[in-house]
């Protein structure tokens, strides 16, 4: 399973590219051109970090413009990448109100009138917290008691086995043995056979009984680190000195 920078984007496309190098990144009519590359990326399973962020920051430059479905789906997207820090990069350029943190009141009135993109911006925040702190099966458990989360990632092809992959992929990290049923609950795999064919097939480990084995790797391979420190006289030469001058 190999990663790739959140910031790298092999399949952007030329003219998305030309824009970003450009001076049109600033031009509020290149807004529909991002919106389309924003519904490419949801349908291709690609993602691109740096015109995500492009697009929002035209967004918060021209207020007026801004689509909530594409925002949302944005952030959605940048889910399938934790844990980097595309999701909070992306939080940070949306509007005041909708942030995490509360509105104030000069907000209050923006907060209302746009209760259900706030709504969805908090709940999406909640999934991005729950994965950065590796709480991977709450994670799941509130993705699945709330039809609404269903709604904000419906259009993100595979969504779930994204998520199922970067979760795996942290697993891989820190384990070289993981309880099955652990693992089950951490990738919302609850049938022994789709646990197995993931583990196998998309992982390329292998489970034993309960147990799942995670090959060594550079991250999960434990290893004994002995430092040394030549510290020499010298090195203490000023503060020697200084102990022996009178004061001012």
Request: with cysteine; aromatic share 10%; proline share 4%.
């Amino acid at each position: 399973m190999a990663t790739t920078a959140f910031d790298k984007c092999d399949a952007r496309p030329a003219h998305i590219d030309a824009i970003l190098n450009g001076l049109d990144r600033y031009n509020p009519e290149t807004t529909t051109v991002f919106q389309d590359y924003v519904v490419q990326q949801c349908e291709d399973r690609t993602f691109d970090c740096y015109a995500n962020l492009a697009l929002l920051k035209l967004y918060q430059f021209n207020p007026h413009l801004l689509q909530p479905e594409t925002t949302t789906n944005i952030l959605a997207k940048a889910l399938t990448v934790f844990p980097s820090p595309a999701f909070s990069l992306s939080l940070s350029l949306l509007p005041a109100h909708t942030q995490p943190f509360g509105s104030s009141d000069n907000n209050a009135a923006a907060a209302s009138q746009t209760s259900d993109f706030v709504e969805s911006i908090q709940k999406l925040t909640r999934l991005n917290t729950l994965l950065e702190s590796a709480q991977y099966s709450l994670f799941w458990n509130s993705f699945n008691s709330d039809d609404l989360y269903a709604d904000l990632v419906a259009d993100v092809a595979g969504f779930e086995e994204l998520v199922r992959v970067r979760i795996a992929v942290e697993v891989g990290k820190a384990f070289r043995e993981v309880s099955a049923d652990v693992l089950s609950g951490w990738l919302d795999l609850k049938s022994r056979e789709a646990l197995e064919k993931f583990v196998t097939d998309v992982c390329g480990w292998q489970v034993d009984g309960s147990v799942v084995h995670v090959p060594k790797n550079r991250e999960n391979e434990a290893r004994s680190e002995i430092k040394s420190e030549r510290v020499g006289v010298d090195m203490f030469g000023r503060v020697i000195r200084r102990g022996f001058e009178q004061p001012a």
